[in-house]
């Protein structure tokens, strides 16, 4: 063990003891729990800073990348440098002209520090740059596509200064650094060009209108640079637009009430069959409402168990059917293409299965008559309800976007639209899309036949009519007789009797991952999540850059069934252990925000990363789930897993057949000292025992039990031989029960908390 101590004392005349505290250990400690350096040596940044002064540079060995000459180690350069390094403009290659102009194709310099050790790819974990640039700057609308990736890599950099140099704790016990504030009101070049190395103090420096001149000392900096009150004053020139006020006044939903609606039992819980009425209200930051008719989208997802979540709804919410700031309304529920009958002879009234229609912008209702019939194929197995592909004997006979029907004039008559064809099966859809139908309604025998159709769709009025109340649509002009009708429409969202498909489903996850798609609704704890946002544009010296203020989602846990307790999740205690390094979280394009609204999807068993039947030319990834007990202890653990090479996540993209992005994370490492990803309690929160022992997750009719260990340790122990390792300790017999409690249970030699403890 090592211990620090540090004591300042006055020398000559001097009477005042002045401490230096620019930042704290508990600024650093905040991501890095322990701070430790040199052998772990060195715990304090006190102590850090008695060697890493002004003048000190690295060993400069010739031997070593033919040495290092004049890399700083003095800490207002050095630390800056490394915690902004994958975005410093002499790592991408960015320097400056003669005349003080970007020059995009110099050779990119590694930042290489001592024995070269190499941290190029170090990245700052704040939110909301890391996903979200700040504002473009001048020129950018001419540059190439490949200078404006760099200007997106370099705007992409740390300004999130508080971080480091502000209050630790906000609220907490902790003081902020006594002269945290010289960040603002001191800019010096060591400091200031060791973010923004493509200066070169000796020339011009030419950016948005202005011309900087040659700058030899640190004497006129403050000039230009005060703290606040201008466009190059340091605190606003750092401030993000999504963080600042006067750009961005903020979204806050506050679900209120969660309550059954429609026909239901007035039990004060949800069950089955029952409509589910949300209660909510929307502010922005200063407290003031918000009407909804100002967002340009909103979001409800519906998932649970909390012991086990899997997804019930995930729905976009038309916002034409709402207005107000304080709002009761039902949830929207889409059903697609829904078979209501064959026309006649006669004039026909058909009724779809559920009622109302909303029938408002984003969420019209449609109506079509089957209009000609091919030749298809046959089923080869049989599909459960809920399947969201079939498997045919023929799979030539369809194509990407046919509409099809399967088990044509016979009970469970259904109707789809082919998504992908894979050889001989059809997948459908998602219940991500909000375009198609998701899976099948009903369970289809092998041998089945299933056969590609057109749609003609019809005209409200002139066509026919639609009691949006009772979602009676009557012929004004008789369809052609014996046609299939098939409607699309919202209507209210009514809980079902059992779990839809995963979100990205697919057989690589089945009930021993958690995933319960088709098995009957189980007694609870369920919980409502809404979000919302608003875009808003920062145009300056001739550029314009979007952003989305997107809210965190409102929540509120409700009962199912039989339950009488709510129980909140357990598995990570708060999202402050996200924050204490995030300091939020803003992702999907900034479509997405905070830690509650990722668990509403992202906390759902059997959920996947995008697949080729959405995206045709994504990597296929099979077995790679989104569900945070497996992501988010890949992603933390990052370069140290045994296949870090090859951990591929697919994401969102646009323009089929590459709407995808591909996301890597073999150069992420866990900043958290001593032990990295052994400190569990970093994200789990001290006190909390629940990863310790993982839960049962098992679904009453299941016949095999959930492998909750399986699926929580492979997350990080992915070798062939841990996993080899796992499959041996789970009887492959009978219920399928993992022995893993047996050594690594509680109070067991090899028990977790043992085998996790930071050294």
């Not at 006020?245 to 039990?267: H, K």
């Not at 045919?392 to 194509?399: I, Q």
């Not at 099809?404 to 099966?425: H, K, S």
């Not at 098939?486 to 009797?497: H, I, K, Q, R």
Request: hydrophobic content about 30%.
């Amino acid at each position: 063990d090592a211990f620090n101590v540090e004591k300042d004392f006055l020398i000559g005349n001097t009477t005042t003891l002045t401490k230096r505290e620019v930042v704290t250990t508990a600024n650093c400690n905040q991501c890095h729990e322990s701070l430790r350096a040199h052998g772990t040596i060195r715990r304090n940044v006190e102590h850090c800073l008695m060697c890493h002064t002004s003048g000190a540079e690295d060993q400069n060995d010739p031997t070593r990348q033919g040495g290092t000459p004049g890399v700083s180690i003095d800490f207002r350069v050095m630390i800056h440098k490394i915690h902004n390094a994958q975005h410093l403009p002499s790592v991408l290659g960015v320097t400056t002209n003669a005349d003080g102009t970007r020059k995009y194709d110099s050779t990119p310099a590694p930042y290489l520090i001592g024995r070269s050790t190499d941290f190029s790819d170090i990245g700052f974990p704040i939110w909301p740059n890391l996903t979200n640039p700040m504002p473009r700057d001048e020129g950018y609308s001419a540059l190439t596509s490949t200078e404006r990736g760099l200007e997106d890599q370099m705007r992409s950099g740390v300004t999130s200064c508080d971080k480091c140099h502000g209050d630790p704790d906000g609220d907490g016990p902790l003081p902020a650094p006594a002269q945290g504030n010289l960040a603002y009101t001191n800019p010096i070049r060591s400091a200031c060009s060791s973010c923004h190395d493509d200066w070169d103090p000796a020339k011009p420096y030419k950016s948005n209108l202005l011309i900087m001149p040659a700058q030899p000392d640190n004497t006129v900096c403050v000039q230009c640079h005060t703290e606040t009150g201008s466009g190059l004053a340091v605190r606003d020139a750092h401030m993000h637009p999504l963080l600042n006020s006067t750009t961005n006044a903020g979204l806050v939903f506050n679900v209120t009430q969660v309550t059954e609606s429609g026909t239901n039992n007035s039990n004060g819980k949800l069950d089955p069959g029952e409509k589910i009425k949300v209660d909510f209200t929307l502010k922005d930051w200063q407290g003031l409402d918000v009407n909804v008719s100002e967002l340009a989208r909103m979001e409800a997802v519906v998932s649970g168990p909390t012991s086990n979540s899997n997804v019930l709804l995930e729905a976009s919410f038309p916002t034409a059917a709402i207005s107000g700031a304080s709002i009761s309304t039902h949830l929207p529920s889409k059903q697609f293409v829904e078979f209501v009958g064959d026309a006649t002879s006669s004039p026909d009234t058909f009724t779809t299965s559920m009622a109302p229609h909303w029938n408002v912008t984003a969420a019209t209702t449609t109506v079509w008559h089957v209009d000609s019939k091919a030749t298809g194929s046959t089923l080869s197995a049989a599909a459960n309800a809920m399947q969201n592909y079939v498997d045919v004997v023929d799979g030539t006979k369809f194509t990407r976007g046919d509409y099809v029907v399967i088990a044509d004039g016979l009970a469970g008559e259904e109707y789809l639209r082919v998504q992908f064809v894979q050889t001989n099966r059809l997948w459908f859809s998602s219940t991500h899309s909000s375009y198609d139908q998701p899976a099948l309604r009903a369970a289809h025998a092998n041998g089945t036949a299933i056969e590609p159709v057109t749609l003609v769709e019809k005209t409200l009025t002139t066509d026919y009519t639609l009691n949006a109340t009772t979602g009676a649509i009557t012929e004004v002009a008789n369809f052609p007789d014996g046609k299939g009708v098939l409607v699309s429409y919202t209507t209210d969202f009514v809980v079902p009797a059992t779990y839809p498909t995963a979100l990205n489903g697919s057989p690589s996850y089945d009930s021993t991952y958690g995933k319960w798609a088709g098995m009957s609704l189980v007694d609870g704890t369920y919980t409502v999540s809404l979000w919302g946002e608003r875009t808003f544009t920062v145009s300056a010296v001739g550029e314009t850059t979007s952003y989305n203020s997107v809210s965190p989602a409102g929540q509120k846990d409700f009962l199912v069934g039989s339950a009488t307790t709510i129980t909140p999740r357990a598995a990570i205690s708060s999202a402050d252990n996200c924050n204490a390094c995030h300091n939020d979280i803003w992702f999907h394009g900034s479509h997405r925000r905070g830690f509650d609204t990722c668990l509403a999807c992202h906390g759902t068993a059997g959920a996947e990363d995008r697949p080729q039947y959405v995206a045709a030319n994504a990597p296929a990834t099979n077995d790679t789930t989104i569900d945070f007990r497996q992501m988010l202890h890949k992603i933390h653990m990052g370069s140290d897993l045994t296949n870090a090479s090859t951990y591929t996540v697919v994401g969102f993209g646009s323009g089929y057949p590459n709407n995808y992005s591909a996301h890597t994370y073999d150069k992420v490492g866990f900043p958290v000292m001593p032990g990295g990803t052994k400190q569990c309690a970093k994200c789990h929160g001290d006190g909390n025992t629940v990863w310790t022992n993982p839960p049962s997750r098992n679904h009453p009719s299941q016949p095999k039990d959930t492998r909750s260990w399986l699926v929580a340790c492979s997350s990080c122990h992915d070798s062939d031989a841990a996993k080899a390792h796992m499959d041996a300790q789970t009887s492959p017999i009978g219920s399928g029960t993992e022995s893993c409690a047996v050594c690594h249970g509680v109070g067991k030699e090899w028990s977790v908390t043992e085998r996790h403890k930071a050294q």
